[in-house]
């Protein structure tokens, strides 16, 4: 028999003092507490304003408690909600005389693992809440809603239930060893398995999108020394965070900031100039430069209005590809109409003052076109994967291929059937159908205290 659960309790919301704080309670001791400590306390789901008062009968605060009865809670179990005045003595106390009536400190994630174990969330439900508390983007946000309401799982549910109808038909012959499959069922089978196979890669092309909106696009600002690349960082994020002076060569290591620029999260990063012939401490600079180049989704090219284009190391000079770069024309306030330079085919270029904010909305805008086009096309509904999800989706393309290649050369059915089996684990696997305790603690250790 399962034992029975502790009841926990948490502080929910951030620490710190604000105007209110939230302490949940989730477990089978939660209706106890309730009534122990709120006798007049309404029906579920029902606020009451009351007195918060200790085991000693001290009064604490007044609070606004609701219950939820279960398994209509976020957790599936009874569960009591608590608002009260947002001062972290406050809370403590509060924690202090729950610990005392029998609950213990929920660990990270507990409430959200509970939701998971009660069938409230499956298990790319339960990441995409960690995934809504971290969304720093419109399109952030709008992929975690979609994969909280299931969107995720109903793909790899669509995925289950055709590779089901390939197994059943495949076992239909386990039990007639001496016949082979009829070779118009192995043609249906094979495109079957295709199919399933190409979308199965489809889902798997979403993983580096998913990337970008968890961590923000990497946005490098590049270019010679002095050209106004760390005038450009200060005048994106709105404040002096990086130096600036008219001495080349300030910027000795890379600066980073989070933006939100129209639906995306950047992570803009100013860097050390590229100069042709460098000191020490700039060569060491400049090597980092290249290095967050190499890693970066989107540069911006900063080059300076009337100078010719500078001399470019070659490893920059290979990315700087249409699909990433924009060329950032500074200072046009000393030079308003500068002379075409040869970039780069397809690169588009800006006209911008970093000094007086000219140009900037136009370099916005084109910095949301290139962000945009990062969005796989056929994900209108934003599905993202993450790197849990792609392992599993890896896994199973490797068993689909085995099952393919049995099929093709007319293997046996036992051995088609267990790869499919296996295919079926992977994709159980990324909703929680899973039997592993560590990989759930693993996971679940990656959530804040209180969800
Ligand atoms: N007139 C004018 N001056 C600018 C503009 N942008 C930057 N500057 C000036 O150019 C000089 C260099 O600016 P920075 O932003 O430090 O240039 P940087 O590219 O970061 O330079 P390093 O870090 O040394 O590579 C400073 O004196 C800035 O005030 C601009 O749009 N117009
Ligand atoms: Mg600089």
Request: aromatic share 4%.
């Amino acid at each position: 028999m399962p034992s029975r659960p502790d009841t926990i309790a948490a502080l929910a919301s951030a620490a710190g003092t604000a105007a209110l704080a939230v302490i949940r309670i989730s477990g089978p001791d939660a209706a106890r507490l309730a009534r122990e400590l709120f006798p007049r306390l309404p029906g579920p789901r029902v606020a009451q304003h009351a007195d918060y008062r200790s085991q000693a009968g001290v009064l604490v605060d007044d609070v606004v408690a609701v219950w939820f009865a279960g398994p209509h809670s976020y957790s599936g179990e009874d569960a009591l909600e608590l608002s009260c005045h947002g001062n972290p003595f406050i809370v403590q106390r509060i924690l202090e005389d729950l610990f005392a009536r029998g609950c213990r400190p929920a660990g990270p994630g507990e409430f959200t693992q509970r939701a998971f174990l009660n069938g409230r969330l499956d298990l790319s439900q339960a990441e995409a809440v960690m995934d809504l508390i971290n969304a720093r983007s419109e399109r952030a946000l709008a992929a975690a809603n979609q994969q909280l309401r299931g969107a995720l799982g109903r793909r790899l549910q669509d995925l289950t239930d055709r590779l089901l109808g390939v197994l059943a038909r495949v076992e239909a012959y386990i039990d007639f060893p001496d016949e082979d499959l009829p070779p118009e069922d192995r043609t249906a089978l094979q495109a079957a398995l295709e199919a399933i196979s190409r979308d199965t890669d489809r889902l798997l092309a979403t993983r580096r999108y998913g990337d970008l909106l968890r961590d923000g696009i990497k946005t490098v600002i590049v270019g010679a020394p002095n050209a106004g690349k760390s005038s450009l960082l200060n005048r994106l994020v709105g404040h002096e965070r990086a130096i600036v002076s008219p001495e080349p060569g300030t910027t000795r290591d890379f600066i980073e900031e989070r933006i939100v620029v129209g639906p995306h999260c950047l992570r803009l990063i100013d860097t050390a100039g590229l100069n042709p012939s460098p000191g020490v401490i700039e060569k060491l600079g400049m090597e980092k430069s290249l290095e967050r180049v190499a890693k970066a989704d989107l540069i911006l090219l900063v080059l300076e209005a009337g100078r010719p284009l500078p001399a470019l190391p070659d490893e920059l000079t290979r990315r700087l590809t249409a699909q990433k770069t924009i060329a950032v024309i500074n200072k046009t306030d000393l030079v308003p109409t500068p002379s075409s330079l040869k970039l780069p085919p397809g690169v588009k270029s800006v006209l911008v003052s970093a000094l007086t904010g000219h140009g900037i909305e136009n370099l916005v805008n084109e910095i949301v076109v290139l962000a945009d086009s990062l969005q796989p096309n056929d994900n209108e509904d934003y599905i993202t994967i993450n790197a849990r999800h792609a392992d599993a989706l890896e896994r199973a393309r490797s068993s689909l291929k085995d099952a393919g290649e049995k099929l093709a050369s007319n293997g046996p059915a036992e051995l088609l059937a267990s790869d499919l089996r296996g295919t079926l684990a992977c994709y159980g696997d990324i909703i929680g159908k899973v039997d592993n305790e560590r990989m759930l603690d693993q996971l679940f250790a990656n959530f804040c205290i209180g969800k």
